[in-house]
């Protein structure tokens, strides 16, 4: 079992309690702890076509397939710089935003996991 997030750090906030991710954006998010990133937040991970609406999310936004997680992390260079590192191994895209960053895998699924299935 993985230490470091639990079901609800993924889960829709919505309350509807569906959670699905690509696994290499739980690997990204295992190395970035262990490169000592502090993850102060992860404020979207998957998210169900109605709470995307609400959130004003793009129609086919890819916190829809789980494809992608945001973090709030401290925005100075080194941190970068180890993000970009793990997004290289792990193929995954970024997105700057003032609070951190969006992180997503592009548009093909590698394996989905059911998060229920990963984490307590
Ligand atoms: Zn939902
Ligand atoms: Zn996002």
Same mark, same amino acid.
């Given at each position: 079992?993985?230490?470091?997030?639990?079901?609800?750090?993924?889960?829709?906030?919505?309350?509807?309690?569906?959670?699905?991710?690509?696994?290499?954006?739980?690997?990204?998010?295992?190395?970035? *702890?262990?490169?000592?990133?502090? *993850?102060?937040?992860?404020?979207?991970?998957?998210?169900?076509?109605?709470?995307?609406?609400?959130?004003?999310?793009?129609?086919?936004?890819?916190?829809?397939?789980?494809?992608?997680?945001? *973090?709030?992390?401290?925005?100075?260079?080194?941190?970068?710089?180890?993000?970009?590192?793990?997004?290289?191994?792990?193929?995954?895209?970024?997105?700057?935003?003032?609070?951190?960053?969006?992180?997503?895998?592009?548009?093909?699924?590698i394996k989905i996991i059911d998060i229920y299935n990963?984490?307590?």
């Open positions: 079992m993985i230490k470091y997030f639990f079901k609800k750090d993924f889960v829709c906030k919505c309350g509807c309690g569906a959670g699905k991710l690509d696994v290499r954006l739980l690997l990204f998010l295992i190395d970035l *702890i262990e490169a000592k990133v502090t *993850i102060k937040k992860i404020s979207s991970a998957f998210r169900c076509s109605s709470h995307n609406k609400k959130e004003g999310g793009a129609s086919d936004s890819k916190h829809l397939y789980g494809l992608a997680v945001d *973090i709030h992390v401290s925005k100075d260079l080194a941190t970068l710089v180890i993000i970009k590192n793990i997004l290289k191994k792990y193929d995954l895209r970024y997105l700057d935003y003032p609070w951190g960053y969006h992180i997503d895998t592009g548009r093909i699924p990963y984490l307590s």
